[in-house]
């Protein structure tokens, strides 16, 4: 992946407005009155400073700062920068001995103001070319340390998003042949007792395998398509069971429609129908699916105890609860609460699953 650039940020065109604000503000001024007529020595000078800053502007941003203070060399980041400071200084001075500015800057404030200048000439500091020097470099340094971070942040976010993608593909793939097997097994077990129901069913299945692998290949489906998944698959599990399991499915009227991950209830389904359901006892599943809001879906799933081994939403192979809950931490990081109860009162195992489907807490991976 390519590394960003500060010109992402900073545009040629952004940079020439800013070093032409700077040149107004800081440069291009006429010293005290209208009245006073520098000499042309004077604007050269100018010129050639800020020709020095400009320099001195990017030497610190692409050469000390990512070399030096990056890299943790702070010490000689900091004497860099008054080796720089001094440089900047020193060729100031030298201009101004060079162009025999003192003896000119004399002459015209004599012409203007019919006296000398007030500062003797040994004693002048250029207070205004330090004070210039250090913004300079502190802007440059400031500019590049932020682009930095925020290229890091950008570059961080997007491994992130990809360990994040690459692991729901992972999670996905374990979810879907899991449930496609499970059903593959009951239509099995349909074609010895009623060859037509078999065959609604597999048109049933196919609908809802078509829905699995294309239907939610962007990532989020509609919640009302994932209701209607949802009992797509209870009905499909209802074909095998006999009047002794009563199943009873709620369902908010009207959907309000939000964006959700699909996929994600059918763990707590096929855990209900795996181990809620009994051939020589009375048994019962309740599904009921609230809207309390139209940003927060409940689920809430219960099935009876049997006399089987501990009810467990991971299933024989292991992937369910561990799954799901991974895949609400990663799709909706504190956005859910997954509350899980093994033997309630009525002897049943229940599930509730409270999430906050706002677009805002969801994260989407391509």
């Known amino acids: 992946m390519p590394v960003l650039t500060p010109r992402r940020y900073l545009t040629p065109l952004i940079h020439v407005l800013v070093w032409g604000l700077f040149g107004l503000t800081f440069l291009l001024f006429q010293p005290l009155t209208g009245r006073l007529t520098m000499p042309p020595q004077f604007w050269l000078k100018q010129g050639l400073m800020f020709a020095a800053w400009v320099a001195t502007f990017y030497l610190t941003s692409k050469v000390t700062v990512p070399r030096l203070l990056l890299n943790g060399r702070t010490e000689w980041f900091i004497l860099a920068l008054m080796v ?7 060729f100031s001075r030298f201009l101004e001995s060079v162009l025999d ?8 404030f004599m012409a203007a103001a019919g006296r000398p200048r007030l500062t003797p000439r040994g004693m002048r500091f250029d207070s205004m070319g330090l004070l210039t020097t250090m913004f300079v470099l502190g802007i440059s340094t400031s500019i590049t340390v932020v682009q930095k971070w925020q290229n890091d942040a950008q570059i961080r976010q997007s491994l992130e998003q990809q360990r994040v993608s690459s692991e729901l593909s992972v ?3 374990q979810i879907n042949p899991h449930f496609f097997f499970n059903t593959l097994n009951n239509i099995y077990a349909l074609t010895l007792l009623d060859g037509e129901q078999a065959r609604v069913a597999i048109h049933r299945l196919s609908r809802m395998m078509r829905y699995v692998l294309y239907d939610t290949a962007g990532g989020l489906t509609l919640l009302s398509q ?3 998944f949802v009992q797509d698959y209870i009905t499909l599990m209802q074909l095998r069971l006999d009047e002794r399991v009563t199943v009873t499915f709620d369902r908010p009227e009207p959907v309000r429609d939000v964006p959700v991950a699909p996929m994600l209830l059918l763990p707590f389904l096929e855990n209900a129908f795996k181990h809620g359901v009994a051939a020589t006892q009375s048994s019962r599943i309740f599904i009921g699916l609230t809207q309390p809001s ?11 105890l049997l006399a089987l081994p501990s009810t467990d939403l991971a299933g024989s192979n292991g992937i369910g609860l561990a799954n799901t809950r991974r895949r609400l931490d990663l799709l909706y990081p504190g956005r859910f609460s997954l509350l899980v109860d093994d033997h309630t009162p009525a002897n049943e195992f229940r599930v509730h699953l409270t999430l906050n489907t706002g677009q805002e807490g969801v994260r989407v991976v391509g």
């Not at 139209?294 to 009876?304: C, F, G, I, Q």
């Open 84 to 90: 720089t400071t001094v440089v900047v200084l020193s």
């Open 101 to 108: 500015l003192p003896a000119l800057m004399d002459k015209a």
């Open 171 to 173: 999670l996905k793939a």
């Open 226 to 228: 994932e209701i209607a």
């Open 294 to 304: 139209p940003d927060v879906l409940e689920l809430e799933v219960r099935n009876t």
